[in-house]
C-alpha cells in the first residue's frame, strides 16, 4: 500500500485488502468525482449497461462491486430486481446513505454469498479491474448466473483511434490526477486509477479471457471511442 499525506492507493497487485481501504477513503464523494472526471460521461456508460443486459421485470440481476450502488440504481429502472455487493464497507456506507432502497450486501467478487445459478443476468461495472484475480471472478460471476443468462463486463478500454488515444493517455497520466486533487477525498487512488486503466487488457484480450472462464458468445461493443467497452456473453 503507498500512503501519501492526503490518503492512499492500492498497488498493482491489488490486494483485497488495500483496494478496499482505497475505496473507503474515496467513498464521501465518489459519485460527484466520477462525474466530474467523466465529464459526465459515466451516465451515458451506465444507461448503456442496462441496455445491453436486455432485462426483463422480475428477473434477477447482480451487481458485483457495486460501490455506493450508483450502477445497481440504474439497473432497477428496468423492473428486474437489482443487488448490488461490494467488498469495501465505506462504499457500502455510502450508498446506503445516499441510496436506502437499493439492496446492498457485502461480498467478494471471488467468493460471492450466492448459491449456483441465482440470477438471471449478473454485471460489474469499472470494478473487474479492480478484483486481483480476473479470471476467477469471471468464473465466480457464471456460477451464480444460470445457465442461458447474461454478462455485461463495462469497463475501461483502449481508445480505437491513435490520435484520440494519444491524447486520452496524457488526460489520464497528467490531468486526471490533478483534477481529482481538487474534488476527491483521496486524490490518490486517481493515480491508481490511471495506472491499472493503462495495465488493463484491451478489448480482444478481455473477450479472450470472458471466453475461457465458462461464458460463450462474447462480444462486445466500445462507447466513447472505446474509452469504455461493454462486453457481453452468455452463460454456457
Ligand atoms: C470504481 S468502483 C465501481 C463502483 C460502481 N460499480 C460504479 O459503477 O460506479 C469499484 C468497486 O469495486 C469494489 N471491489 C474491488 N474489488 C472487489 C472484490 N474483490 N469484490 C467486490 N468488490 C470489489 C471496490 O470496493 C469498489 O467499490
Redesign the pocket.
Known sequence: MSRTPQGQRASLDKQ?HE??AM?DGVAARYDLT?TVLSFGQDRFW?RATRAALGLRPGERVL??????G??TEELAHSGAYAVG????LG?LHAGKRTRPGVPLLA????RLPFADASFDAVTI???LR??NDTDA?LRELARVTRPGGRLVVCEFSTPVNPAFRTVYLSYLMRSLPAVARTVSSNPDAYVYLAESIRAWPDQAALAARIGAAGWGRVAWRNLTGGVVALHRAIRD
Open positions: 483485497p483496494v478496499a475505496f466520477n451506465r451487481d458485483v462491486g457495486a460501490g455506493t450508483v450502477s455487493a461490494d467488498l469495501s462504499m461480498g467478494d467478487a471471488l461495472s469499472f470494478a479492480n478484483v471472478a
